[in-house]
């Protein structure tokens, strides 16, 4: 499959979720929402106190850049242009799923990283490059585990569906857990080894529950050769 602009997914995203945050986040000022700082001399000394100190350093970094994106001047260079954008994204999607029922992607650009490896946010934010372009599009995805990584940390698959296949992409994942638990290095893993394991966790198990895994299992075939996962969906679910 070809999704060409796909890789514009990160810039879009950020262009309107920051927009969103400086819009949104307004409303906590210290005046009526959040916190208020304790000492001030006026009214705009408080609620320039209050932000400084309510929100940390990458909701202040959002919020310049979305105040900036959506400023007279730059709102039709930067946040209409991201809207046309994610127009395209959403309809290379809807292009690719009139011939395949689900896609697989990696989640992220590599494994987790340690704690306050990536400095940069520019860098942080480009390990969300294969996720962000789901959401731009409207669509439900799901990460999955599927190995570990030579370094020791795991790493997992994304998978991804039309919208309202939410039933689908469900499926389709807990049938790729009771064949292959790769965490554990198991490969096969039945229906009652899932039913114990709910219960040795005390969670609840209800029934439906019941009703979506029996569904699963008889309209989901999944089989692993190797490195190659091949998913059927037998008929569409109830």
């Known amino acids: 499959i070809e999704l060409p602009t796909e890789n514009m997914g990160v810039p879009v995203y950020y262009v309107g979720a920051c927009a969103e945050a400086s819009s949104n986040l307004s409303r906590f000022d210290g005046v009526r929402y959040g916190h208020r700082a304790k000492s001030y001399t006026d009214i705009q000394d408080m609620m320039r106190k209050s ?92 990460g999955i585990p599927c190995g ?44 009652n080894n899932y039913k114990d394991a709910q219960k040795e966790k005390e969670e609840p198990w209800d029934e439906i529950e019941k009703s979506i895994i029996a569904n699963v299992a008889d309209n989901v075939k999944v089989s692993v050769k190797g490195k190659v996962v091949e998913i059927v969906i037998t008929k569409d679910f109830a």
């Not at 999607?93 to 590599?110: K, L, R, Y």
């Not at 370094?151 to 499926?171: K, T, W, Y």
């Open 51 to 142: 932000r400084s100190e309510g929100f940390g350093a990458e909701p202040q970094r959002r919020i310049m850049i979305g105040t900036y994106v959506l400023s007279h001047g730059y709102y039709d260079a930067y946040y209409i242009q991201a809207q046309r954008v994610r127009r395209l994204i959403a309809n290379e999607f809807n292009s690719v799923f009139q011939n395949v029922d689900a896609i697989i992607s990696p989640v992220a650009t590599g494994t987790a990283y340690n704690f306050g490896e990536k400095s940069d946010p520019v860098s942080a934010y480009l390990s969300d490059l294969y996720t962000v372009p789901v959401s731009l599009a409207g669509l439900p995805g799901m």
């Open 148 to 191: 570990v990584h030579s370094n020791g940390r795991p790493m997992g698959f994304q998978l991804i569906c039309p919208s309202f296949h939410e039933a689908d992409l469900l499926g389709m994942a807990h049938a790729y857990q009771l064949e292959t638990d790769a965490m554990l290095g198991s490969t096969s893993w039945s229906l």
